[in-house]
């Protein structure tokens, strides 16, 4: 998982540019990460990567069942979501071939899994 979170932030990164570069965190925190270095002067990607980041952190904020898979799933899907959302953000704004095919592989394996998790949910009758 942390070479998703890390290929996303190079996505985000490179959706900045080289301020975004110059701003970036030393480690990767994710508490609060969404409003790092927000201004009037971000990219329409950048803020469509702050809006989705922030919508992902809201969602992964689940109540916690007891039940270890249960909970996982639950968190893992908007996880997962956001990866998706990020990785459609860089398909709409990215022209760099190596970045968009990395991305529609991510939004591929990311809806898959997502699939998949909410399948062991509908076993397990929980509920999103």
């Known amino acids: 998982m942390k070479t998703l979170t890390r290929t996303l932030l190079v996505l985000a990164l490179l959706a900045a540019g080289p301020a975004g570069a110059q701003n970036a965190p030393a480690s990767h925190d994710h508490a609060g990460h969404a409003g790092h270095g927000a201004g009037a002067a971000d990219s329409p990607a950048t803020r ?3 809006d989705a980041a922030a919508a992902m952190h809201t969602e992964m904020d689940i109540r916690y ?3 270890v898979d249960v909970d996982f799933v ?3 899907i908007p ?3 956001g990866a998706v959302a990020m990785a459609r ?7 760099d071939p ?3 095919a990395l991305a529609e592989g991510i939004v591929a ?3 898959r899994e997502i699939a998949q998790m909410q399948a062991i949910l509908k076993r397990k ?3 999103e």
């Open 79 to 81: 996880h997962h979501r």
């Open 98 to 100: 190596e970045v968009r």
């Open 48 to 50: 469509e990567f702050r």
């Open 74 to 76: 639950r968190g893992m």
């Open 109 to 111: 394996a990311q809806e």
């Open 125 to 127: 009758g929980a509920t």
């Open 65 to 67: 069942s007891g039940d």
């Open 89 to 95: 953000i860089a398909l709409r704004h990215s022209k």
